[in-house]
């Protein structure tokens, strides 16, 4: 049973980078799966940030595209998220998901913070 | 990108049938059999509920049920449960930019 646990700062300043990790565990990173972020805004909806490969390949949402790196490290099973320049609008709980051709599992989700 | 358009609300009495619908495009809902919806209670992660249109994974009630006309995606819930009572997300498959979700809905149990 793959199993999915988000990890990172909970504060993040403003035109600071806000960075989490997303650990993998119960399956490899390495299977035939693209594995992605996901936030939602306190009170709104979801919003798909970006996806990776284990090749590196990677698929970013176009409004955030200019801000975002997705990564994948093999070694330790699991990928990260890096989200520049940030500003209150990006206040958010983020999820990581497994991404089939559908989301699932998802991690528990991490709220992070924009404030100085 | 834009989201898919779903009802901000829709509400049931216990044992009634609610459909929650889902607007997008010929550019992701009507171009693929690719939409899959979630149930989010608050404070949780969402929870996949219907995939690939009208595919049940492992453990979902057979009261959830998916279909597509077009652009538009449907999610029904029949003999509504207390515990239904959640926000609902539909997501397609959109090409070149892959992902899109809908709004979401909050479905009240009456």
């Known amino acids: 049973q793959v199993q999915l646990q988000e990890s990172g700062p909970g504060l993040v300043k403003p035109s600071g980078t806000l960075s989490l990790t997303c650990a993998v565990s119960?399956?490899?990173?390495?299977?035939?799966?693209?594995w992605s972020w996901v936030r939602q805004p306190p009170g709104k909806g979801l919003e798909w940030i970006g996806e990776?490969?284990?090749?590196?390949?990677?698929n970013y949402n176009p409004s955030l595209k200019s801000r975002v790196t997705i990564s994948v490290d093999k070694s330790k099973n699991q990928f990260s998220l890096k989200l520049s320049s940030v500003t209150a609008a990006d206040t958010a709980v983020y999820y990581c998901?497994?991404?089939?051709?559908?989301?699932?599992?998802w991690g528990q989700g991490t709220l992070v913070t924009v404030s100085s | 990108q834009s989201a898919l358009t779903q009802p901000a609300s829709v509400s049931g009495s216990p044992g009634q049938s609610i459909t929650i619908s889902c607007t997008g495009t010929s550019s992701d809902v009507g171009s693929y059999n690719l939409v899959s919806w979630y149930q989010q209670h608050p404070g949780k992660a969402p929870k996949l509920m219907i995939y690939?249109?009208?595919k049940r994974p492992s453990g979902v009630s057979n009261r959830f049920s998916g279909s597509k006309s077009g652009n538009t995606a449907s999610l029904t819930i029949s003999g509504l449960q207390a515990e239904d009572e959640a926000d609902y997300y539909c997501?397609?498959?959109?090409?070149?930019?892959?992902?899109?979700f809908g709004g979401g809905t909050k479905l009240t149990v009456l």
């Open positions: 998901a497994r991404v089939r051709h559908w989301f699932d599992p």
């Open positions: 690939e249109v009208s």
């Open positions: 997501c397609s498959y959109a090409g070149s930019s892959p992902w899109v």
């Open positions: 990776i490969y284990h090749s590196g390949s990677t």
């Open positions: 119960g399956g490899s990173i390495s299977s035939s799966n693209w």
